[in-house]
């Protein structure tokens, strides 16, 4: 298996993002009141916030790629190879744009409707950015199982694993997760 990537200092770091995020998401558990309101906002910034690091890393593998047919941050072999996964024609775009640049889109938009949430927590709004961040992280799981569909069974020599991409997708479900638990803390009338 192609361990590789695990000594690359920028995968270390959004690893390091995926794995301080999840540990806000599990501290605001043990929270109440406005501190696991803050809690939970913190942790969905910071899921946001890896996935747009993650997603501009493999939209740079993919003008790598592009250009110049090969990239320093992940290998091309193996079953753990985003080479493999980003630079396949078929699948590397939608819509001619790179899932990278989509990645980041919809990151930015999370991170967006939750930084407002953070800026003002109790304006009348809230709710609706909460639920707007609920129904954006739907459509971003529907993209994730897409996505991890076609690194095991359609890119050229599949089952490949990216491990950049994997990074996002956990973001993703993170920020999910994290949605929801706002949601129902905000429904509980303990915000």
Same mark, same amino acid.
């Given at each position: ?17 995926? #794995?301080? &995020? %999840?540990?806000?998401? *599990? ?5 109440? @009141?406005?501190?696991?309101? $803050?809690? /939970? ?31 320093? #941050?992940? &290998? %091309?072999?193996?079953? *753990? ?5 980003? @630079?396949?024609?078929?699948? $590397?775009? /939608? ?97």
């Amino acid at each position: 298996m192609n361990t590789e990537f695990l000594s690359e200092p920028i995968f270390l770091v959004v690893l390091a993002g995926l #794995l301080s &995020s %999840s540990f806000l998401s *599990i501290n605001a558990k043990k929270q109440s @009141g406005s501190e696991r309101s $803050n809690a /939970l906002v913190i942790s969905a910034l910071a899921f946001s916030l890896t996935g747009i690091l993650t997603s501009a890393i493999t939209y740079a593998i993919y003008n790598s790629m592009i250009s110049k047919g090969y990239s320093p #941050l992940c &290998s %091309s072999n193996g079953f *753990i190879g985003c080479a493999d996964v980003i @630079g396949d024609p078929s699948f $590397n775009t /939608l819509l001619t744009l790179p899932w990278g640049l989509i990645g980041i889109s919809g990151f930015g938009l999370l991170l967006y409707l939750i930084l407002s949430i953070r800026m003002d927590p109790h304006a009348r709004w809230v709710s609706n950015h909460l639920d707007y961040s609920w129904y954006a992280s739907i459509i971003g799981m529907v993209i994730v199982v897409f996505l991890v569909i076609v690194e095991l069974a359609f890119v050229d020599g599949a089952p490949h694993i990216c491990a950049y991409c994997t990074v996002a997708h956990l973001s993703m479900i993170g920020f999910l997760v994290s949605a929801h638990m706002l949601r129902e803390h905000k429904a509980s009338g303990d915000w």
